[in-house]
C-alpha cells in the first residue's frame, strides 16, 4: 500500500493549526509558582506543560565532582509517564540523557558560575505534558526559574526551533510537523548578547534554509524574551513594569 503524506501546509500558506510560517504556538509562563525549589518556572506553550524547579548553589557531596573555581550546573530533563500519548517508560532513557546534557551545557554558559566554587546548581526539568519542542520550553523555563532563584547570570536564555515541513522553512513546529517533517533546528540564545549556546539540527537544510530557519528562530527568541522578562515583572516588580533595560536579568532580586 501506499503510503500518502499528510500535507501540513494548505494553498493559502496556512499550517493545520492556522498559523502562518512565522508563528508561534501561544506561551504563557509563570515565574516561582513553587514554594519549596529555591527558583521555579512554569511554561505552557502549545501543548507543552512543563514545570522547572532550581535548587542551589549547595556544597557538592561528591568531592570529585566539585570544581575549585566554579559552580558545576546539573540539568534532569524527564518526561512524565502520562506526558505523552503512548506511556513513557518510567526513568531515564538514552533521550533524556541526552537532553539533560546539552541543557546542562547550554546554562554553564549563561549563569556566573565562579561566584559559588564547589558547589552544584541543580536545575530539574519536569515535562508533565509533551507536544514537541519541550528542550526548547524547558531550557526557556529554565532560565526564568534560574532568575527566580536570584543566581547570577549574563542574561536570560529565550530557546525556539524553527525546521521545514512540505518543503517550506517554519517556526516553531508542532508534533505532526515535527514527527513527518523534513527538519528542526533548535536553537537557544542570550537576547541581550545574541550568544548562542543551544544549536542542534535533526534532518537535512540547504545553507539558504539555515540561515533563513535560524534567522526565524532568533527572532522569536527576541519576542519569548519579552515574555520572560514580564513573567518576572509580575512576580518581583508592580505589574506592567519591566526590569531597568541594564539591569542584568538574572540579578532580579525580591
Ligand atoms: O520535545 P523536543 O522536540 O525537544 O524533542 P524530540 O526528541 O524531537 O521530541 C519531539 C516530541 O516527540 C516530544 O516533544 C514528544 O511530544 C514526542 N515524544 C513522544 O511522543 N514520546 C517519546 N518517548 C519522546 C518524545
Redesign the pocket.
Known amino acids: 500500500m501506499k503510503l500518502v503524506k499528510e500535507k501540513l501546509i494548505d494553498g493559502d500558506g496556512k499550517r493545520r493549526d492556522g498559523r502562518t510560517f512565522d508563528m508561534l504556538r501561544p506561551i504563557k509562563i509563570d515565574a516561582g509558582p513553587l514554594k519549596n525549589a529555591d527558583g521555579s518556572a512554569y511554561i505552557e506553550w502549545g501543548n507543552n506543560k512543563i514545570m522547572v524547579g532550581v535548587y542551589g548553589p549547595r556544597e557538592l557531596q561528591q568531592k570529585h565532582l566539585q570544581e575549585p573555581d566554579r559552580a558545576i550546573v546539573q540539568v534532569q530533563y524527564t518526561?512524565a509517564s502520562f506526558s505523552?500519548?503512548d506511556r513513557?517508560k518510567p526513568g531515564q532513557g538514552r533521550?533524556e540523557n541526552e537532553i539533560s546534557k546539552i541543557l546542562s551545557e547550554a546554562l554553564e554558559g549563561v549563569i556566573i558560575s565562579d561566584q559559588y566554587p564547589r558547589t552544584a546548581i541543580n536545575v530539574f526539568i519536569e515535562v508533565l505534558e509533551?507536544?514537541?519542542?519541550?528542550?526548547?520550553a524547558g531550557l526557556t523555563a529554565a532560565s526564568v526559574a534560574l532568575a527566580d532563584a536570584g543566581i547570577p547570570m549574563r542574561g536570560l536564555v529565550a530557546s525556539c526551533a524553527a525546521g521545514k515541513i512540505d518543503g517550506q522553512v517554519v517556526l516553531d513546529l508542532d508534533?505532526l510537523e515535527?514527527n513527518i517533517g523534513d527538519a528542526?533546528l533548535?536553537v537557544g540564545i542570550i537576547p541581550t548578547t545574541g550568544e548562542i549556546v543551544l544549536l542542534q539540527m535533526?534532518g537535512h537544510l540547504s545553507d539558504l534554509e539555515f540561515e533563513k530557519a535560524f534567522g526565524l528562530a532568533r527572532d522569536a527568541c527576541m519576542k519569548i524574551h519579552e515574555l520572560q522578562r514580564e513573567a518576572l515583572s509580575r512576580k518581583y516588580f508592580n505589574e506592567g513594569e519591566s526590569p531597568k533595560e541594564d539591569e542584568p536579568d538574572g540579578e532580579v532580586t525580591s
Do not use: F, L
Open positions: 518526561m505523552v500519548e513513557k533521550r509533551a507536544g514537541a519542542g519541550t528542550r526548547c508534533k515535527d528542526d533548535p535533526d
